[in-house]
């Protein structure tokens, strides 16, 4: 082979060079993606030591947390996407069960039950396993079948997608509702469905928004009239999307300066080191510092999709696929929400909001693209 | 077909995959787009108006209330001063639940029903956002502490300091000091909304309403930031209020003093003028109140018990009691008719104690009328004042006519009000043919002439202005206009007001004539009987110096309807209001007074030792010490 002719000739630059690499693969690390997650997580960390006022405690701990979600990283990369292949329906099961505990016997929080209290274990959030057990699931289930899956196939998976959306939904948390459906979704896109099916289902949709309506609760109904008029209720209802909306337009482009933001710093951003961080960003580093964020994010995504395509298997390059779509759908829905193009619902700025599970649950998913890029034993004969 | 091909070609399924994933790819992109398309929306189209709005948000310019002016008697003392409060206060967009708030307040500083109602009602009354809504306009310490203790379960309750005006004196000088008030929301429609932005009170009445624009002072701002709660994070600029001017007053406290002690209780009105200046020495209405009431938001039951006391001590009968003058009015009368050439100091009438018109059987009575009997005998102008013939003076009326009366009174400020700095002051009345005919739709009629003779029937003056009408005859006929203001650390017109012209007479020396007869009054005594002077009795036999003065008794028209008596009060209330003028000395006046005591009967014996009292206290410097020595006390 030519790369082996020109080892031949440069050995001692090559030999270095082939055993990092041969060390990462054998760690199952994919060394761009790490870079672009360890980049993102380290800009978000400044904007979030603003977002904190300089409480050195929080910061900290966010430190930890993400330490401790790299690792988790690392660990879930380790996995064989075969493994998960046989584990996904058990996975799955548990999951659903756990979410019928939850809404049964969990315990509050602002008004919503999400989560399961264990005594001797830390604070355990189903529905946060879904995110990543929902596309394994579908994954799974479309790896079985042919491509163009059938149509009752496709029904099959939509419920599947939906039972677990469907539960969390009730909660309620319909962000992470959204987030589970969206990585179901976007696997049962990966899986080769004709358009037609898709065009089909986009058309249903679309016919079923006015019905959404009369099913959505009375606060839910609010936040979306909020989104098309916060002026009704600034001081309510309207105050959260119009400061943040100051916030991120004060910025301007070039922004008011790392720990300068008034819209923060004086409180009257609410939510500001947790789900409306953009806004810090915003106003602090202005357009240009958002559109950094952003770039790292498409890199990310765009290296995860890459990965989806060199994926050993069908259930691989769905999974992997799913999961980059998740991502995206994660930092779409919160930049359009903390914009005033969404309603708001409940999710934060991945890898960089305050807070540890969805962090964690994140990395656990980059860890899995990771594996699917790592774990290619075909191409190495 | 498809049940039949259980063969997968991998290599299809990933580049179907791939496929879509470019497809998607794109999408995403798209979707970036369409980010990146709001950011730029947000943050450079609608830049400014963000900008604004966030400003807007975190800085608050707040108005600094200015102190306002301290007001002085003459001789420095201070009369109307600001005493520091704290006071409690919500900021009502701050309150979560304004119930839950109240209640716990309510707790801790004990409010009553009445003040949670009264801040219900202030609160309903919107002014500017994020405005302090009073509550409680003093808090002891110990309400502070415990305020301050539990400050976190409060959020939009807060211990303002302020000022607040304080009246030292209280209800001595309530009627001729005036007060403030809380401003009202019908006070901010014409007030300077601007000026008056951290300014809670107004004045109300008297000085303080009159020189409200100088003792107010201006406004000052700073420029704070805030954070989302309204809390001062830091004071970004600041321009200082520029306290109010301080007043000095003509005032005087100890005649102050001296002059409520000599009313004695009595319902009545003094009021003393330097006749040189014109200043307003004391004035008294008695009963009064005491103004620092009104200050802290007067309760309910306090005001009705003020309101609706038949005595009236919200009254202010110096300003606004109008009465007939009576025969203090008499000096004026025969100045009128000397100064026409009707009379002169030697013509003579006999009074038989009675007066009649040519072709009318009615008899017009002099005071001295008996049945079978009375009247004053040979009577010529000096003892038509000394001894206050009525019968003299109708004669005179009648050769004189109401409009040459009129003529010649008014300059003395009857129907007119020369004051300077008193507002609210009545204009009493002066009546005419044009008033007669407009008001009562008759004409003026030869009998109404002997009434305005003896100053009954519809004439009617304040204290105010006889007091000054006295002190114009005191300076022989130089006007002066009856001031409040003394000095000023403001520049204001009041200090230089253009004399008035003076009134002249053809012959001067009858003032210095019509002076002794008033001297008389007082002075002429120990002679046979009917031939002393109305009032030495009362006051002449026992006095240091030369007082010049004159009684009257002014008809009760009639008790105001809803005041309830019992009838031994009917029968008091029905009684005459004694009148007395005076000035001493009599050759160089240094005061002029005017008392008036309601239902007291008669002028000289009632009204005329009260008189004497503020002349003694002006006069004579012993007892202006033991005055002191009071004070001090």
Redesign the interface.
Known sequence: MAQRDFVRRMPDANTTFERRQALLWRLHIDLPLLVLVVLTCGYGLVVLYSAVDGNVDRFVSQLYRLGAALLVMLCAAQIDPMTLRRWASLIYGAGIVLLVIVLLAGTSAKGAQRWIDLPGLPRFQPSEMMKLAVPMMTAAFFAER???P?TSAVFVALALIGLPAVLIAAQPDLGTAILVAGSGLAVL??S?VRWSLVAAGLMACAAALPGLWYVMKDYQRQRVLTLFDPESDP?GAGWNII?S?????????FGKGLFQG??SH???LPESHTDFIIAVM??EL??LG??VL?SL??LI??RG?FI??Q?Q??FA??LA?GLT?TF?TYL?VN??MV???LPVVGVPLPLVSYGGTSALTLMAGFGILMAVGTHRRLLRA | M?DT??L?N?D???R???G??MI??LV??L??F???L???Q???L??A???A??EQ??IEVQPLAPTRGQVFDRHGRLIAGNLPVFSLTVVR?RVEDLDATLALLAELVGLTPEEIETFRKRARERRRPFEPVPLRLRLEEDEIARVAVNRHRLPGVEVEAQMIRFYPQGELLAHALGSVRRITPEDLQRLDPVEYSATRFIGRLGVEKYYEAALHGHVGHERV?????GRI?RVLDRTPPVSGSNVTLHLDLDLQRAAVAALDGRRGAIVAIEPESGGILAMVSNPGYDPNLFIGGIDTETYAGLRDDPDMPLFNRALRGQYAPGSTFKPFVALAALANGETDWSRTINDPGYYQLPNDSRRYRDWSWRPGGGGQGIVHLRKAIYRSSNTYFFDLATRLGVDRIVEFTRPFGFGDHLEIDVPDAANGLMPDRQWKRRVRGEPWYPGDNLNLGIGQGDMLVTPLQLATAVSILANRGARVRPRMILASDAPLPELETAPLPPIELAEPANFELMVDAMEDVVHRGNQVYGENGTAWAYVGRDIAYRMAGKSGTAQVVEIPQGVKLDPEEVEERRREHAWFVAFAPADAPKIAVAVLVENGGGGSSTAAPVAKSVLDAWLLPGIDEDAQQLVTN
Do not use: C
């Open positions: 042919s491509v163009p059938k896109l990966l080769g001081l400061q909306k100051i916030a991120i337009g004060s910025g301007g482009v008034t819209q004086l409180d009257f915003g106003e202005g357009l958002i559109l952003l994010y498409f995504v765009t999709l989806a395509t994926g298997d069908a390059r769905m696929g779509l995206f779409f930049i359009a914009a005033g193009l | 498809a091909l259980t997968r991998h299809v399924e990933a179907i995959f791939t879509r994933v998607l790819w995403l992109g979707a970036m369409v980010l990146v709001r950011l730029y947000l943050q450079v609608e830049y108006r963000h900008v709005r966030s948000n975190r967009e930031e805030t954070d989302a709660r994070m």
